[in-house]
C-alpha cells in the first residue's frame, strides 16, 4: 500500500515494521507504539477509499463492547492518506486456519471453540455489531486456551459487506459460525451459498474445499468420524440451502451447550484416521557383525532391497522396489556356464528363504498400500496429512549428520573408564553462622508471629461468657417483609396491638432446582430449567423444535418439574410467557419426570401471554414440588416452528 511499510510512522506514534497479511482493501501490519513502548497491530487502508469512513465508524463502536473474547480496538485514526484502525497484540496467538492444516479437531474442541465464539458475537449482537466476514482466520486460540474473534464489524466494512438488516446480520453469523464448526470437524471449508446468497460461498481461506453434493456439501460424518451427533445436524440443516439452522450465535450457543472450558491436551484428530508414528517412521536396521561379508550375495541384497521398499519407500512406490528388487535376484540367481553345479546349489539354498520371506513382507506392502488409496474423503485427508509429517520427518533426518551405530557395538566401542563417585546429598563441613541481616529478619518474622497469635489469644479470652444463649440459625430461604402487624407489635403509648384475625400476605417461595418434565420422553432441555427462577425475565427455559402448536401429535405437552425449598401448600404461581400458549400447573410430592400421577391441580389458563397468574381453586395439600405443564406450544423465533417456552415462574 503506498505510504505504508517499514519505518513509516503514522499517527506521530505508530512505527510499522512488519506486514503480516493482505486484503482487497487492507494491510494488517505490526508497529511499535512509541507513546506505551508496547507491540500492536495496524490494519491499514487507503483513506480515500470507499470502505475508509465506514471502517473507521465501526471500529470506533466495536471499541466500546467489553468482552475478553473479542479483539480490543485501541485507537483509530488516518495520517498522510492512510486510514488505520489499532488492535492489540495477540502474541502466541494460532488461528484456526493453522490449527487445521493437520486435519481436524476433537469434536470438544470444535464445541468449545464455536461456542465461545458464538456467546461473544451474541453479546455484540445486542449492541447492533456483527462480523460478517467469518472465517477460519477470524477465530484464534492463545497460548493458554483463550478464544478470540477478530475483525468485528471492521471485516465487514472492509469487505463492503455490511448491507444488511439486524435480523439477516445475525442468521449471517450463525451461518458462519456454523461453517467453522463443519472446518474444524473436517478441516475442510465449505464453499456454498446459503439462503439464497444472503451468506455468499466466499473466497478460498486456505483449507480445502469441503465435496459438494446436490442441494449442498458432504456431511461431516460423511467426512471423519467421531462427530457428534448435534453438531452432524446441525451442519446438515444450516449448509443445505433449506434456511434452516441457527437464527443467531446465541442461538447457536444454546443448541451446542455445554462445552468444556479448557482446551484438550493434544488436538488429535478424532474425526480422521490418521496414521501412527510406527507406520509413517521406518525402523532403521543396522548390519550386524560380519554383514559386511553377508552383503555381497544376492539372497542378502534381495531382503535388504525388499526391506527398504517396504519402510522407507512412501506410498506407491514399494511395489516398484519389490519387483525391481525380484528381477536383479533373478538375474543373480542364473548359474553361469562355468559354475559348479553343487555350488550353484548351495546358493540357491541359502537364497530361497531369504528371498521368499522379503517377497512375501513386500507384497504385504503392496496390498496395504492400495488399501490406503481406496476409501472415503476421510481417507484421502489422512493420507495427505500423512505425507505431509512424512515430508517433515523426512526432512529432519536429512538434517542429522551424526553416525548410525548398534547399540551393541556402541556398548563394546565405550571407554571402560570408572564414573566419579556422586557429590553427597548434604555437605559434611559445619555450616556458616547466618549473617546480621539474616539474623535480624527471622528476628522480625518471628517477632510478627508471636504479636498475631497474641492478639488472637486476647480477642478469643475477651469473648469468653458473652454468648451464653443459643446460637442463631441461618437460613438461606427468602426472608418475608415485616408485616403491619409486626409492626404494631413494638411499644407504642399510641398505637394498640391488632386483633388476631390480621392476615399476613404470603410471600414467595424459593425454587431450589428443577428439571425438564415429558410424560412421552422422561426429559426436555433440562439445562435451561434453570432460567425460569434466577430472577430475570431476558432468558427462560425452551423446548425442542415442533412442527405443530400440538407437539408434531406425538405427545400431550411438556414443561418444567419445579423443587420448591419446603412442602408448601400453594396458592398461586405467577408465569411469564413470552408467546401464547395452554398451560396447566400442577403440585405433587413426586419428582417423576414423566408421570402426572398424584399430582393435585393448582389452575390452567388457555392462550395466557404474557405475566399472567393461575390460582388455586381451594386449599391444597403440601407439596414439596411443582409441574408447568405447557399442553399448547407457542410459536418460536420463526416461521413455522413451535417450542414450549417459559421465562419466570414464582411460587406462593
Not at 129 to 152: C, F, N, Q, T
Not at 177 to 200: E, Q
Not at 424 to 453: C, M, N, Y
Not at 615 to 637: C, H, M
Request: net charge negative; charged share 20%.
Amino acid at each position: 500500500m503506498q505510504g505504508v511499510g517499514p519505518g513509516s510512522v503514522l499517527g506521530g506514534r505508530y512505527a510499522v515494521t512488519l506486514r503480516t497479511s493482505e486484503g482487497t482493501h487492507h494491510e494488517r501490519w505490526r508497529a511499535n507504539d512509541h507513546t506505551l513502548e508496547r507491540e500492536v497491530v495496524l490494519v491499514c487502508f487507503p483513506a480515500r477509499s470507499s470502505v475508509a469512513a465506514p471502517a473507521l465508524d465501526a471500529a470506533r463502536r466495536a471499541a466500546g463492547i467489553e468482552d475478553s473474547r473479542l479483539v480490543r480496538v485501541l485507537d483509530v485514526g488516518s495520517d498522510q492518506g492512510v486510514g488505520f484502525i489499532v488492535e492489540e497484540p495477540l502474541t502466541g496467538a494460532v488461528p484456526l486456519s493453522h490449527l487445521l492444516q493437520g486435519g481436524g479437531l476433537s469434536p470438544d474442541e470444535v464445541r468449545r471453540l464455536t461456542g465461545e465464539a458464538a456467546t461473544a458475537l451474541d453479546k455484540a449482537g445486542h449492541r447492533g455489531l456483527h462480523h460478517l466476514a467469518l472465517s477460519p482466520s477470524s477465530v484464534l486460540r492463545m497460548p493458554d486456551g483463550e478464544v478470540k474473534v477478530r475483525g468485528l464489524a471492521t471485516e465487514a466494512a472492509l469487505t463492503d459487506a455490511d448491507r444488511l438488516s439486524d435480523e439477516q446480520a445475525s442468521r449471517a453469523d450463525a451461518v458462519g459460525l456454523v461453517k467453522i464448526a463443519y472446518a474444524g470437524l473436517t478441516g475442510r471449508w465449505p464453499m456454498v451459498a446459503v439462503d439464497g446468497g444472503l451468506v455468499p460461498a466466499g473466497a478460498p481461506v486456505g483449507l480445502e474445499p469441503a465435496p459438494t453434493i446436490v442441494g449442498g456439501v458432504a456431511a461431516p460424518s460423511e467426512i471423519a468420524v467421531g462427530v457428534p451427533n448435534d453438531l452432524d445436524l446441525i451442519c446438515r440443516m444450516t449448509l443445505s440451502g433449506a434456511r434452516r439452522g441457527p437464527v443467531s450465535p446465541g442461538d447457536l450457543a444454546l443448541q451446542i451447550a455445554p462445552w468444556p472450558s479448557e482446551p484438550p491436551a493434544s488436538d488429535g484428530a478424532t474425526g480422521i484416521g490418521l496414521r501412527s508414528r510406527e507406520e509413517l517412521e521406518p525402523t532403521r536396521v543396522l548390519p550386524a557383525v560380519g554383514a559386511s561379508a553377508a552383503a555381497g550375495a544376492p539372497g542378502a541384497s534381495l531382503h535388504a532391497d525388499a526391506a527398504d521398499g517396504l519402510q522407507g519407500d512412501p506410498p506407491g512406490q514399494s511395489e516398484t522396489s519389490f519387483f525391481d528388487s525380484l528381477s536383479e535376484a533373478r538375474s543373480g540367481q542364473s548359474v553361469g556356464p562355468g559354475d559348479e553345479p553343487s555350488r550353484g546349489a548351495g546358493d540357491a539354498s541359502e537364497r530361497i528363504p531369504g528371498a521368499l520371506a522379503a517377497a512375501g513382507a513386500a507384497a504385504a506392502g503392496v496390498a496395504g498400500s492400495i488399501g490406503d488409496k481406496v476409501g472415503s474423503f476421510a481417507r484421502a485427508a489422512a493420507d495427505k496429512a500423512a505425507a505431509r509429517a512424512a515430508e517433515r520427518r523426512s526432512a529432519h533426518d536429512d538434517d542429522f549428520d551424526g553416525e548410525e551405530i548398534a547399540l551393541a557395538d556402541a556398548l563394546e566401542e565405550a571407554p571402560t573408564t570408572s564414573l566419579e563417585p556422586p557429590l553427597p546429598v548434604f555437605g559434611r563441613e559445619v555450616p556458616e553462622a547466618p549473617s546480621g541481616a539474616q539474623s535480624r529478619i527471622a528476628l522480625a518474622i518471628v517477632g510478627v508471629l508471636v504479636l498475631v497469635a497474641l492478639v488472637i489469644g486476647i480477642n478469643n479470652v475477651a469473648k469468653i461468657g458473652q454468648h451464653d444463649g443459643p446460637a442463631v440459625a441461618v437460613t438461606v430461604t427468602k426472608t418475608r417483609p415485616p408485616s403491619t402487624s409486626q409492626q404494631q407489635q413494638q411499644p407504642s403509648t399510641s398505637t394498640q396491638a391488632p386483633s388476631p384475625t390480621t392476615q399476613t400476605p404470603a410471600g414467595p417461595v424459593e425454587i431450589t432446582g428443577g428439571k425438564g418434565f415429558d410424560p412421552q420422553d422422561g426429559n426436555e432441555a433440562d439445562q435451561n430449567v434453570k432460567n425460569v427462577y434466577d430472577g430475570s425475565d431476558d432468558d427462560g427455559w425452551r423446548s425442542r423444535w415442533y412442527g405443530t402448536p400440538s407437539y408434531n401429535g406425538d405427545k400431550d405437552g411438556v414443561g418444567v418439574l419445579l423443587e420448591l425449598s419446603a412442602p408448601t401448600a400453594v396458592k398461586e404461581v405467577e408465569l411469564d410467557l413470552p408467546a401464547a400458549q395452554n398451560v396447566t400447573v400442577y403440585a405433587t410430592n413426586s419428582d417423576s419426570t414423566d408421570s402426572l400421577d398424584g399430582a393435585q391441580k393448582v389452575g390452567s389458563m388457555k392462550n395466557a401471554e404474557g405475566r399472567v397468574t393461575i390460582k388455586a381453586d381451594g386449599t391444597l395439600e403440601p407439596a414439596s414440588r411443582i409441574i408447568v405443564f405447557i399442553t399448547k406450544a407457542g410459536q418460536a423465533e420463526s416461521d413455522g416452528r413451535y417450542r414450549a417456552q417459559i421465562n419466570e415462574v414464582t411460587v406462593r
